[in-house]
T-cell receptor, first 114, second 112 residues
Framework: ETGVTQSPTHLIKTRGQQVTLRCSSQSGHNTVSWYQQALGQGPQFIFQYYREEENGRGNFPPRFSGLQFPNYSSELNVNALELDDSALYLC?????????????FGNGTRLTVT | EDQVTQSPEALRLQEGESSSLNCSYTVSGLRGLFWYRQDPGKGPEFLFTLYSAGEEKEKERLKATLTKKESFLHITAPKPEDSATYLCAVQTSGAGSYQLTFGKGTKLSVIP
């Protein structure tokens, strides 16, 4: 069973630039979520995708956007990067849109904005 | 607003010295409480899900319990390989999506 994989593992960008992060969900999982984890903090929910549509969003501005593809893989796009966007970005997948089975996380993409 | 508070922030134990980590929560309607383990530079690894007060789950040296206001993660006779950050998260009812609210975690260090 293949787990959640994310790419790239590390990324350095300049303020104002745009970035795209990628995620392949675990086999059999159709729901993908993205979380932002700042240093020393717990992960914060960004949004969730199910059947290629966003069906839940946390307290993040519209410059954070995403996509889910027919094979359930996903992308997170962040426009107009700010210094505070520096964080570990985690992708998680599950087979249950409402809960009842755990979220399985990838190892994340470490984004540094300078 | 849902809130999750974990204590202590950091804990140092001697190998074999048992202890407990606390997770207190304030939510509008609990659908599930989750414990994860996170190693440096890695994503959270799922440990347990608890759904109702009085429920307990065990895995090796770890035991998780749940009351109406808090959850405990008991670590019995810990080993150095148990060193990690332990995260608690809640899923609440009413949300149309499966979203978790996490605490800041407890960083556990087990000294040989």
């Amino acid at each position: 069973e293949t787990g959640v994989t994310q790419s790239p593992t590390h990324l350095i960008k300049t303020r104002g630039q745009q970035v795209t992060l990628r995620c392949s969900s675990q086999s059999g999982h159709n729901t993908v979520s993205w979380y932002q984890q700042a240093l020393g903090q717990g992960p914060q929910f960004i949004f969730q995708y199910y059947r290629e549509e966003e069906n839940g969003r946390g307290n993040f501005p519209p410059r954070f956007s995403g996509l889910q593809f027919p094979n359930y893989s996903s992308e997170l796009n962040v426009n107009a990067l700010e210094l505070d966007d520096s964080a570990l970005y985690l992708c998680a997948s599950t087979s249950s849109i409402q809960g009842g089975s755990p979220l399985h996380f990838g190892n994340g993409t470490r984004l540094t904005v300078t | 607003e849902d809130q999750v508070t974990q204590s202590p922030e950091a804990l140092r134990l001697q190998e074999g010295e048992s202890s407990s980590l606390n997770c207190s929560y304030t939510v509008s309607g609990l659908r599930g409480l989750f414990w994860y383990r996170q190693d440096p530079g890695k994503g959270p690894e799922f440990l347990f899900t608890l759904y109702s007060a009085g429920e307990e789950k065990e895995k090796e040296r770890l035991k998780a319990t749940l009351t109406k206001k808090e959850s405990f993660l008991h670590i019995t006779a810990p080993k150095p390989e148990d060193s990690a950050t332990y995260l608690c998260a809640v899923q609440t009812s009413g949300a149309g999506s499966y979203q978790l609210t996490f605490g800041k975690g407890t960083k556990l260090s087990v000294i040989p």
